[in-house]
């Protein structure tokens, strides 16, 4: 139980292009009461993903877009302070949907999992054992489906779906590039995730570089980006290569199309003539992997074969500058707030 | 035997854009001689087809193209006339990979079947119960997967290929929209094909058409053509919906891509919020599938459960003409050609 006030952060306008300080607002009021089935969370950490840039827009993506007033949403760790279902307690700490905001109420039934900081640190469940590690898990699995000796390129690969990707595709036996944006990320790839090459999609050269490094092509290019990486990839990609798309950060913000030509009828051309397969995917398509996804990451992650790192913001009325900052790739690993 | 000459017909120079009469040249040579395990063909049909028009160009597309000087490739039913193989003999009629000319030597064991005329009509071989029918039976077998009451759309729908899936899609229970260029080929998809719809890409409200049309959205858009017909089924593609790529009939002739914006990074950003699968692919891919497809299309056609039609050019001297007139969209059904 506590006497405090909820503290929230709303959508107060929508985005045109990148986001800006003026179209949050914190807000302060009462706690909510839970009902019977019900929970009171003290959110603890919150999670930062590309994927709330979309929620911004008014147009429908794949799920409706964030209303404008609303709170903004987003994956928390949160600690139970009051409990009118049977399965939690008071201090249970449990993966939510707590939003951005120190407090929320939630039905018992739709929180995940329970978290138990000796299995495993609780804030990888917004990570590399969560949502985004799941998508790297299960876009690998039912799509980019790398072969021991074929070549796996993914970017955004600091990130923690990126990050994952390819150490998964390592595991499985893929020759792994990596692209970041900056030397740090390029030598983190390298030296602590062990991918075979790591690249700065940021040098001129880099399609050349990107060139040099797959002397027999690209068989899997997991889409984190799209933009200018997207282009120095397409004409790489093997007969038969599989490009799961998971992601475009490189165009959440943009406003119009970009200038001609269109290339569109050029995508359609390469897909017949190499027989690519492009297919589109969301995690939640493949929940029925889940329960396999955890045990199998939690055992590389006891045995050291998976690795993550996080970036951290402290303090809630910080998550619309952490926001934006991830969407410019300043993120180095999971984004997370640490709620105050 | 016969002391007859070759008569053939040579790719003469490189097409820029649409083809012309003088990008082809025929020739009279002296008959060739069939060595051990193999056979002398009278070719007595030759098949057009839309995938000769980029074996024309110099880059390598899925084969490697025509060279300059060399015989045009095509598929032919011919009459054995000669056999030094076992398994053939003088007069037997076989499914061959015989070019544009009046004879050719082939090894025994490359050709793919022999027929008989009391089994189907020997033409068929060339269409519905060979090459463009089995594209569509793989590419809807192993992509489309239409679903009883979901909605396909096939374009191009008159062709061997077109008629083909949508036949196909409604025994497998599937609603069938198809779209063709004209009212011939219209009322044909609608009177003779069965088609729940038939609409008329040269239609100014085409796109607008189409939407009414397919109220529930569409699940499997068959492509067989690209350009404006894409455009308007982009938009009305439901979640999941798979697209197989089978050919882009209107951009074959381009030699350059169209005027922007660049619509590259959109269709991207479609494929992942409505999950899309997009895949290329070539008949030769699934040939697995072969007998399966022999098996069933065979009974298909023996009680007329699957239709066809044929436009026939006579002469192998017009067989230019009927190329340029296929890439057109003047041909109405499988494009053959009678060799005089």
């Not at 209303?67 to 903004?72: G, P």
């Not at 923690?160 to 595991?171: D, F, N, S």
């Not at 017949?272 to 396999?292: H, M, Q, S």
């Not at 055992?299 to 619309?320: F, H, Q, T």
Request: hydrophobic share 40%; net charge negative.
């Amino acid at each position: 139980m506590t006497a405090a006030d909820n503290i929230r952060i709303v959508l107060a306008s929508r985005p045109q292009g990148e986001p800006a300080a003026e179209n949050f607002r914190v807000e302060r009021v009462p706690l909510p009461r839970p009902a019977k089935g019900q929970v009171l969370l003290r959110n603890r950490w919150l999670s930062l993903d590309p994927y709330m840039r979309g929620r911004m827009n008014a147009g429908r993506s794949y799920v409706a877009p964030i209303e404008v007033d609303a709170v903004m949403e987003g994956g928390t760790v949160s600690e139970v302070l009051e409990s009118l279902h049977p399965e939690f307690e008071p201090g249970d700490l449990v993966l939510a949907d707590g939003g951005w905001q120190t407090h929320a109420v939630a039905d018992g039934d739709t929180l995940r999992r329970k978290l138990d900081p000796q299995d495993a640190p609780v804030t990888s469940a917004l990570g590399v054992y969560g949502m985004p590690g799941f998508t790297a898990y299960a876009g690998l699995h039912e799509i980019g489906k790398p072969r021991p000796g074929e070549t796996l390129v993914v970017a955004a690969a600091s990130g923690p779906v990126g990050a994952t990707v390819g150490q998964i595709a390592k595991l499985r036996g893929a020759r792994v590039v990596g692209i970041a944006g900056g030397a740090r990320k390029v030598a983190h790839l390298r030296d602590d995730l062990g991918f075979d090459v790591a690249l700065d999609h940021r040098a001129d050269d880099f399609a050349e570089q990107l060139k040099a490094a797959v002397p027999d092509g690209i068989d899997v290019y997991f889409e984190n980006v799209g933009g200018h990486v997207f282009d120095a990839v397409l004409p790489l990609l093997n007969e038969f290569a599989r490009v799961p798309v998971c992601g475009l950060i490189a165009h959440y913000n943009d406003s119009a199309p970009p200038e001609g030509p269109d290339r569109l009828p050029q995508l359609m051309g390469l897909a017949l003539a190499r027989r690519l397969t492009i297919r589109g995917f969301i995690v939640f398509d493949f929940n029925k992997l889940y329960p396999e996804f955890l045990r199998e990451m939690g055992a590389w992650l006891r045995d050291g074969k998976v690795r993550y790192s996080e970036d951290i913001v402290e303090g809630l009325e910080n998550a619309p500058q952490g926001l934006i900052g991830l969407l410019r790739g300043e993120n180095f690993g999971k984004q997370l707030v640490r709620i105050a």
